[in-house]
């Protein structure tokens, strides 16, 4: 045999590598999924595994799964880049849910349609829509969810509490939401509402958006959910509608909060900075943020912890 031949031996038994760790990550997954199903506190951290979401979403996911029914098993996911990080994608795979997927770059959502090991082996629809308060109601209409949704991941990076408050055309069961920890969990405090928010251009510094998790706790409670706690990494908070909230332990914002465990601050220049969470704040303390309890406006530095 050729040189050449063999090396087009060799490459074509590596072609398949890729696709059998995929196989083997989801397997571990499946084991760690069985392993959780076992434990019986009300801490989601030491229930936490990632297959495919950036952090440990995917245990967390599947614990609540185990404490709660589902009628329709149908997620709605906003701001999911090219949905090979996500917190649905391995409730899509593993537990063959159907779902929605939304993000605002169209390059993204057009890797999603090429993607055949989601796109055209599951039940997934992907579309490239900026997601307003003004085409939320219509675009979840429009897309027939059903008003008793499975599940609604929220992660913009900006309007995140705007849009889950203009929310009314469905009822999901479990919700999550980013929040910003760096507001710390006493003020009810996010950034203004605007239709073309963009985390990078709002401020250069990348850590101007969002809203603190106190401010998530205030509209849940409105909305008819219970906050369930927050992830490790401190950038995902949990809730389950009321009527299903008896198998967990209910928790305040400062009982869920959890710091943030990584670093996101830029300088003006683009280069990333190290600064601690106090430095951070400094960084933006003259920008804008509204008490979303008394709607009055505030400064970042305004804050209190």
């Excluded at 203009?166 to 507001?183: A, G």
Aim: charged share 20%.
């Amino acid at each position: 045999m050729s040189i050449y031949k063999r090396i087009l031996s060799i490459l074509e038994k590596w072609r398949f590598i890729p696709e059998k760790i995929i196989y083997i990550q989801e397997a571990l997954g499946r084991i760690e999924a069985r392993q959780m199903n076992l434990y019986n506190g009300d801490n989601l951290q030491k229930t936490e595994f990632k297959v495919y979401s950036q952090w440990g979403e995917d245990g967390i996911i599947q614990y609540i799964l185990s404490r709660i029914p589902i009628k329709h098993k149908i997620f709605v996911e906003f701001g999911v880049e090219n949905y090979t990080e996500s917190n649905t994608r391995f409730l899509l795979k593993n537990n063959n849910w159907s779902g929605l997927v939304l993000d605002g770059n169209k390059s993204n959502v057009d890797y999603i349609k090429n993607d055949t090991s989601v796109y055209w082996a599951h039940n997934l629809k992907a579309e490239n829509i900026f997601i307003t308060i003004h085409n939320i109601n219509k675009i979840l209409l429009q897309n027939s969810i059903p008003e008793d949704l499975g599940l609604l991941s929220i992660d913009i990076d900006g309007n995140d509490y705007w849009i889950w408050d203009t929310i009314e055309v469905v009822k999901p069961r479990i919700i999550i939401s980013e929040y910003n920890s760096l507001f710390g969990h006493t003020s009810k405090v996010s950034v203004p509402y605007s239709n073309d928010f963009v985390r990078s251009v709002a401020h250069y510094s990348n850590i101007y958006y969002g809203a603190s998790i106190a401010a998530l706790e205030f509209l849940a409670h409105k909305k008819g959910y219970s906050l369930i706690g927050c992830n490790m990494a401190g950038n995902n908070a949990f809730f389950v509608r009321n009527d299903l909230s008896n198998n967990f332990k209910i928790l305040s914002a400062k009982e869920a909060y959890k710091p943030a465990q990584f670093r996101e601050s830029k300088y003006s220049d683009g280069n990333l900075s190290y600064l601690n969470s106090k430095e951070q704040l400094n960084l933006i303390s003259d920008l804008d943020l509204i008490d979303v309890e008394s709607m009055t406006q505030i400064k970042v530095k305004d804050l209190i912890f």
